[in-house]
């Protein structure tokens, strides 16, 4: 599709992408835009190259933080220092960061990203029932991590356990 129709149908996805992958380092509107101006518009364009345009713009948003700040500034502003406060869903964002990276990645791009099957398919370029398996699979693998630390809950339902511990206040669909 070209860049309008990408940009019409896949803005708020962008958003929602740019926002938890960066962490609060730049603004997820700012960087959604910058990931649609990446992108030839002479050109018709996939989820797979909205994606590597995503995750350009976040490696560059970590470049541009860490050429504003020097070493001494993250040393004051206690980059190295442990945490006091636990956080919100930690053990469960742990359990989800210790999984291999192509595990992470599904279950992000479909319970994170809000991707449907078939495009979760095409941003990984494989197929359909490739991505129900691999989902199947990095779903059990990361609850086993997780009743490792929690074994005293049940939780068997994925979706609502990822999705409850999503970063951030963007949604595919708008704020959410």
Known sequence: MNLEELRTQ??????????WRAMGLADPHDMAAE???????????????????????????????AERSSI????????????????????????????????RNILQYRFWDELTDLETAEVL??????????????GSRYLGKLSRSHPDLN?????????SIKPGIYGRYGMG
Request: charged share 30%.
């Open 10 to 19: 896949y803005h708020d996805l962008a958003v929602t992408a740019c926002e």
């Open 35 to 65: 990931v649609f101006g990446r992108l030839d518009s002479t050109k018709d364009h996939g989820l797979r190259d909205l994606y590597a345009s995503i995750e350009r713009v976040v490696v560059l948003s970590f470049q541009r933080n």
């Open 72 to 103: 001494m500034d993250r040393l004051r502003g206690g980059v190295f220092t442990e945490r006091t406060a636990p956080i919100p869903g930690g053990d469960f964002l742990k359990a989800l960061s210790n999984l291999r990276g192509r595990d």
């Open 125 to 138: 370029n494989t197929t359909v029932e490739q991505v129900i398996e691999r989902l199947a699979t990095a």
């Open 155 to 163: 939780l068997s339902d994925i979706a609502d356990t990822l999705r």
